[in-house]
Structures are given as structure tokens and as C-alpha cells.
């Protein structure tokens, strides 16, 4: 890549948007100028990108046909507005939140297991990301699918705090000093205690009682593999962690595929590392692997023994760096390379 884009940044403070700054800097990203932008801001605010500091700018007036590429980090609402005014403008947008995900002329895109999909930016000049616990399922379940046809998925998602943004983090934090210390609390973000404690709820119940993000892991995943009928039964869970997701994944297959089989496609799959000594603590946890990981890891893989074609595993990803910021700069990486 020699071409260099001048990029816009929105959303820039948030846990995402640091994180894209970040990857942008260290993967050496052919960048002319950046532009670090929010909603809202008191214009004192700094971010760092490759060792320099950026003012960070207003995003209402700014000017978009001034950069080519605009990566969004500043959730639905924003990017309701914004996204459609930069493409407009003749940026293309790679937006990380859920509000063009679903509608047919955007393509869905995790660049390990779709990015032929990219192609199709041109309808619109908006690219989406998907969910980060799609992002880190489907790296893992590709490979499989493409040898052995999945048939059916039922995952369980333990999301982290920081899926919910810096709010979710701060929530955490604050109710777990809040605790050891003896003192009450009161949940803000989350409608129960989150420090020491599950929530089996993430989104708004939906008339089918799944919820919202249970329902768009399902949409997302049937998008990005072109099967609009596949069976998918999600749980998403929320969990007193800070940085990383986990998910305990349980799939169904035309073919059946053993453990040893499953293992070797994964050990070359693009994104993926194989963690798996099955023994005490071989295995990955977000604590010890994933936070600023750049890869998804894949253990506990094992035969079902309650079904025929049967195949678990469990994964674990940075929701934030891998998932969120980093699938955004490789779709804009393969953007650049192949269709610029």
C-alpha cells in the first residue's frame, strides 16, 4: 500500500476509536492526515497517535470532503447522522456501530471470513462492522463451514463490560471499589449489580424473548455467510470482566468433523490461534491471552457427544482491539489494496 488517505476518526476518545487510532499508527496504515473527532466535546481534548497528540475536533461542521476514509466509532445514533453526510461528501465510512448493518446495500464485513463483500461499497460508500461477538465467532467457524457446511449454531456470548463502551468500564470499576469497601451501590448502566455477578441480559427484550443483541447475532451471522436460513440460538451474557469476550460455541454439521480435523483447519486459519493443551490452565481466558491480543483463540475443542456431527469449542477475543478496531483497519487495509 502506497496510496496515502487522509482519515477522520469519529468518535475518537471512545474505547474503539483509541484503539483504531492505535492500529492505525502501529500496523503503519498509509496515512496523510488524521482528524480526531466527537459529538461532543469541550475542545481541550486530546488522543495520542503514533506519539503525537491530537486536538480533538468538533464533529458538527466538519468538512468531510477533505479525507478519504472516515472510521466510526460513536455508536448508532451518530452514525445515523453523520455517516450518510460523510459518504455524501465522497469519504467512504467503515462504521463499527449496528445502524447500516441490516440493510441490503451495506456490506457486513469480518475481514478474515467475507472480504470479498467490500466490493459492494461502492452502493453506498458505507462498509459495516459487525458485533464484536460475531466478529470473534465467525474467525473461528469459517474454516469449518467451508469444509465441513454448518448446519446449525447455539452459542453462548459472556460479554465484557466494554461492549457497553467507557460507561460499562467506569460501571464496573466503581461498583467493585464500591463493595470492597462496604458500601452500597447503585446500578447506573445495567439494570442489576454487575461486579461480582452474571446478567443474562444485553439489550432490550424482543417479543420472541430473545434479546436484542441475541437477535442480532443471529441476523449478523446469517448476513456475513450468506445463508439467510441457517439456525442460530444464542445467550448473551453479560460479565464482571473489563476487556475480552468469551463464548462457549456449539455447532452442527452436514459432515461430521473430528476434534483433530477441526484443529488443523484452525491452525491455519487467518486471526486464529489454537490454545488448546487440555490441561490445567491450557487454555485462554481474557485475563491471560486476549486483552490487547490481535487474534481469536480457539480451545476446548471436542467432539459433541450428544450429537452425531457435533462440535464444541470455546473462544476468546479482545472485544475492543481485535473485534471492534482491528476488523475495521483490515477491511480499510483490503479497501486500500484491492479496490482503491
Known sequence: M?????????GATSLVGEAMLDLLASRKFPVGDVYALEAETDGEQEVDFGGKTLDVEPLAG??????????????????????PLAAEAGCIVIDDSACFRFEDD???????????????YAQRRIIANPGSGVSQMLAALKPLHDAAGITRINVVTYQAV????RAGVDELARQTAQLLNARPIEPLVYPKQIAFNVLPQIGKFME???????????????????LPTLAVNPTAVRVPVFFGHCEAIHIETQR????????????????????DERQDG???????????????????????????????????ADNVRKCAALNSIQIAEILLRDYL
Open 208 to 226: 420472541n424473548s430473545y434479546t436484542w443483541e441475541e437477535m442480532k447475532l443471529v441476523q449478523e451471522t446469517r448476513k456475513i455467510l450468506d
Open 282 to 316: 491450557g487454555y485462554p481466558t481474557p485475563v491471560t491471552e486476549a486483552v490487547n491480543a490481535e487474534t481469536v483463540f480457539v480451545s476446548r475443542i471436542r467432539e459433541d457427544i450428544s450429537h452425531p456431527s457435533g462440535l464444541n469449542l470455546w473462544t476468546v
Open 106 to 120: 451495506v456490506p457486513l464485513v469480518v475481514a478474515e471470513v467475507n472480504p470479498q463483500a467490500i466490493a459492494d
Open 2 to 10: 502506497t496510496q496515502k488517505m487522509d482519515i477522520a476518526v469519529v
Open 256 to 275: 461430521k468433523l473430528s476434534a483433530e480435523e477441526a484443529a488443523d483447519l484452525l491452525s491455519s486459519a487467518p486471526g486464529v490461534e489454537i490454545l
Open 62 to 83: 466538519f468538512d468531510f470532503s477533505g479525507v478519504q476514509l472516515a472510521l466510526f466509532a460513536a455508536g448508532e445514533d451518530v452514525a445515523a447522522v453523520y455517516a
Open 162 to 165: 466494554s461492549g457497553s463502551g
